[in-house]
């Protein structure tokens, strides 16, 4: 079974910088999309960065300039470095893993989560 090991969460100031950190094991196939999704107190969960394994990317609006998401040469590992950091970031940080919609095989794997809070 595949699962989603997530680490890199922490308390930084507002200017900081974190890095994130998904390492995905027990698969034997490259997995299409990796990313990461946060949500923060009274907030909907929303969609921070994502990286196909062919290398397309996609961000939030509002961390653009400021997060890079990068896979490794395994394509199973992903990484959010996150700079400039501001308290609306602060949220819970959760790593996901999906093919694309209709293709066979079918899934949908997320982490379990890392919490990252700006406060000065």
């Known amino acids: 079974q595949v699962q989603l090991v997530e680490s890199g969460g922490g308390l930084v100031q507002p200017g900081g910088s974190l890095r994130l950190s998904c390492v995905a094991s027990?698969?034997?196939?490259?997995?299409?999309?990796m990313g990461w999704y946060r949500q923060g107190a009274g907030r909907e969960r929303e969609l921070v960065a994502a990286i196909t394994s062919g290398g397309t990317t996609e961000y939030e609006d509002s961390v653009k300039g400021r997060f890079t998401i990068s896979r490794d040469g395994a394509k199973n590992t992903v990484h959010l470095q996150m700079n400039s950091l501001k308290p609306d970031d602060t949220a819970v940080y959760s790593c996901?893993?999906?093919?694309?919609?209709?293709?066979?095989?079918?899934?949908?794997?997320w982490g379990q989560g890392t919490q990252v809070t700006v406060s000065s």
């Open positions: 027990g698969s034997a196939l490259t997995l299409w999309r």
């Open positions: 996901n893993a999906r093919n694309r919609m209709g293709i066979v095989p079918k899934y949908n794997i």
